[in-house]
């Protein structure tokens, strides 16, 4: 049997890690392709739905991570495209989504129109940018920056760290 390792992240990933990078600057740092355990920890297993405390110990994972200067989780980043309009996929990102929400960590989408829309998005409100002409990158990368600042999770406890 013979392995070989593989490029981690298609182009378009690529694309879109480049753009957020231009968003955030080097206050934050992006982390593509991290598992929802190691972002989300499970404190009362009692209260979190057999199915979600499933779920987030599944294989599953986020597309991107953008961390603070202390390693926290500031923001979450999905790459939508047709893939995930499909219906198993989008009861995995309501998961994914769910244990966003009760970890504090904000949920941003992004995803291709027309070949050259990027349209950045949330619960309650989208931006749309068009990559090739700039109009809109300002609104793009402010749209960014807001919910990076906006997590909830600056306040995570070092009590359970083994050292």
């Given at each position: 049997?013979?392995?070989?390792?593989?490029?981690?992240?298609?182009?378009?990933?690529?694309?879109?890690?480049?753009?957020?990078?231009t968003?955030?600057?080097?206050?934050?740092k992006?982390?593509?392709?991290?598992?929802?355990?190691?972002?989300?920890?499970?404190?009362?297993?009692?209260?979190?739905?057999?199915?979600?405390?499933?779920?987030l110990?599944?294989c599953?994972?986020?597309?991107?991570?953008?961390i603070?200067?202390?390693?926290?989780?500031?923001?979450?980043?999905?790459?939508?495209?047709?893939?995930?309009?499909?219906?198993?996929?989008?009861e995995?990102?309501?998961?994914?989504?769910?244990?966003?929400?009760?970890?504090g960590?904000?949920?941003?989408?992004?995803?291709?129109?027309?070949?050259?829309?990027?349209?950045?998005?949330?619960?309650?409100?989208?931006?749309?940018?068009?990559?090739?002409?700039?109009?809109?990158?300002?609104?793009?990368q402010?749209?960014?920056?807001?919910?990076?600042?906006?997590?909830?999770?600056?306040?995570?406890?070092?009590s359970?760290?083994?050292?």
């Amino acid at each position: 049997m013979s392995v070989k390792a593989k490029r981690l992240i298609n182009y378009h990933a690529e694309a879109m890690l480049d753009f957020l990078q231009t968003c955030v600057g080097t206050e934050y740092k992006i982390c593509p392709e991290v598992s929802l355990a190691r972002i989300c920890e499970s404190v009362n297993k009692n209260k979190l739905e057999y199915e979600l405390r499933q779920f987030l110990f599944s294989c599953s994972s986020v597309d991107a991570l953008i961390i603070d200067s202390d390693y926290n989780p500031c923001l979450v980043v999905e790459f939508q495209s047709s893939y995930h309009d499909s219906a198993e996929a989008k009861e995995r990102d309501r998961k994914k989504a769910t244990l966003l929400k009760l970890a504090g960590v904000p949920l941003i989408y992004s995803r291709i129109y027309n070949v050259k829309l990027l349209h950045l998005y949330s619960e309650d409100e989208a931006i749309i940018h068009n990559p090739f002409t700039g109009e809109g990158r300002e609104d793009a990368q402010a749209f960014v920056r807001k919910y990076c600042e906006q997590s909830t999770v600056s306040n995570i406890q070092l009590s359970n760290l083994p050292f």
